[in-house]
């Protein structure tokens, strides 16, 4: 992450304020939003992601950075705010926003004028969203946006004419994906006690993560 960067991290440090997270489910989309300090009339820009990780976010995200990049007012920052998806798919996500050398703020874009640029308000990573933020070469989660796990799982589409007709079944990991998330982890300097807590979590709840969880897996920062 360049000097640039880290600078506009400090400035966005102003705007986060608190907000209830906004509950759609649609796919991952991005857009460029400006933020902070507009002046002569030009707000730095960082890209905002909303929504959920579908198998096709991870070359859907390189393609907007590339379309997006060439005005020169692009920093590396990245606004996520996810309810999850599919999990192979935000670790992809991750790897590539890695590789970009990106920031990762778990915040969505909220309103603002000429002056001053949008502001930023809270955001919510849940469930597979927090492997794609794993991938932030530096990590914040605000105090007022909130990051959940649980255990992962997917469904299988099977015909049963006892039921009555096309019927899914949900599926739960049998361990091997465990240790690839947990290597994963490691990679990106996570603790893999992150993902055994995750994988130790009914699927059909949320463990919230706290300020001392955050800490001490090395998930994030609380302060921009």
């Known amino acids: 992450m360049n000097r640039s960067a880290k600078l506009l991290l400090s400035a966005l440090s ?5 907000a209830l997270p906004c509950a759609s489910a649609e796919e ?3 857009r460029v939003v400006g933020v902070g300090d507009c002046g002569a009339g030009q ?3 960082i890209i905002a992601a909303q929504g959920e990780i579908g198998e096709a976010t991870p070359d859907a995200f390189l393609n907007f950075v590339r379309e997006n990049v060439g005005d020169g007012q692009l920093h590396g920052v990245l606004l996520l705010d996810s309810p999850g998806g599919k999990v192979v798919a935000s670790m992809e996500l991750g790897h590539t926003i890695r590789r970009l050398g990106m920031a990762v703020i778990v915040a969505r874009p909220g309103s603002g004028g000429q002056a001053h640029g949008m502001s930023v308000i809270s955001g919510r990573c849940y469930s597979a969203c927090v492997y794609a933020l794993m991938g932030g070469k530096r990590r914040v989660i605000p105090p007022e946006s909130r990051v959940g796990v649980h255990r992962m799982f997917n469904y299988s589409t099977n015909f049963d004419f006892s039921e009555g007709g096309i019927v ?3 599926n739960l990991d049998d361990g091997g994906m465990r240790t690839t998330l947990s290597n994963y982890a490691r990679s990106m300097g ?3 006690d992150l993902v055994n807590l995750a994988e130790r979590t009914s699927p059909d709840q949320l463990y919230m ?3 001392s969880d955050i800490a001490r897996w090395r998930l994030a920062s609380r302060k921009l």
């Open 209 to 211: 993560l706290s300020g």
């Open 14 to 18: 102003l705007f986060i304020i608190a």
């Open 168 to 170: 899914q079944e949900r």
């Open 43 to 45: 707000c730095p820009q």
């Open 190 to 192: 996570v603790s893999t």
């Open 28 to 30: 991952m989309t991005f």
